[in-house]
């Protein structure tokens, strides 16, 4: 089965975007963690086929867990979804071959349709 992480400090938007997502791919399993620290954990014991990523978190932020990601050469697939438009973060998420993509939140049903058939 295939798997999809949300890595945001907001309960709200992680329930929101998880309803999303489920209505475009039922099939997807959805978890969701609280800052990078959490996620971390969780990749240890399975990889993801995507990752939305916010950046501004407590704990661990999305930087953070990038660098992580880096350090430990994960193959991960990785769309930065934060409330950022700073073009300086977007110029930065290049430096992350894991991150395909940086939007801004909240994404809509949409959003996640052409993100998630582009899987």
Same mark, same amino acid.
Do not use: C
């Given at each position: 089965?295939?798997?999809?992480?949300l890595?945001?400090?907001?309960?709200?938007?992680?329930?929101?975007?998880?309803?999303?997502?489920?209505?475009?791919?039922?099939?997807?399993?959805?978890?969701?963690?609280?800052?990078?620290?959490?996620?971390?954990?969780?990749?240890?014991? *399975?990889?993801?086929?995507?990752?939305? +990523? =916010? &950046? $501004?978190?407590?704990?661990?932020?999305?930087w953070?867990? %990038? *660098?992580?990601?880096?350090?430990?050469? +994960? =193959? &991960? $697939?990785?769309?930065?979804?934060?409330?950022?438009?700073? %073009?300086?973060?977007?110029?930065?998420?290049?430096?992350?071959?894991?991150?395909?993509?940086?939007?801004?939140?909240?994404?809509?049903?949409?959003?996640?349709?052409?993100?998630?058939?582009?899987?």
């Amino acid at each position: 089965m295939k798997k999809v992480f949300l890595v945001d400090d907001q309960r709200v938007m992680n329930l929101v975007h998880h309803k999303f997502i489920n209505m475009v791919d039922p099939e997807l399993k959805v978890d969701s963690f609280l800052n990078g620290s959490e996620a971390l954990e969780a990749l240890e014991k *399975d990889l993801p086929e995507l990752i939305f +990523l =916010d &950046l $501004n978190m407590p704990v661990m932020n999305g930087w953070q867990f %990038l *660098d992580e990601v880096k350090m430990r050469q +994960l =193959d &991960l $697939n990785v769309v930065i979804l934060t409330s950022s438009n700073s %073009l300086q973060d977007q110029e930065k998420s290049l430096e992350y071959q894991q991150v395909k993509k940086f939007v801004q939140k909240p994404l809509d049903r949409s959003g996640f349709e052409e993100i998630l058939e582009a899987l």
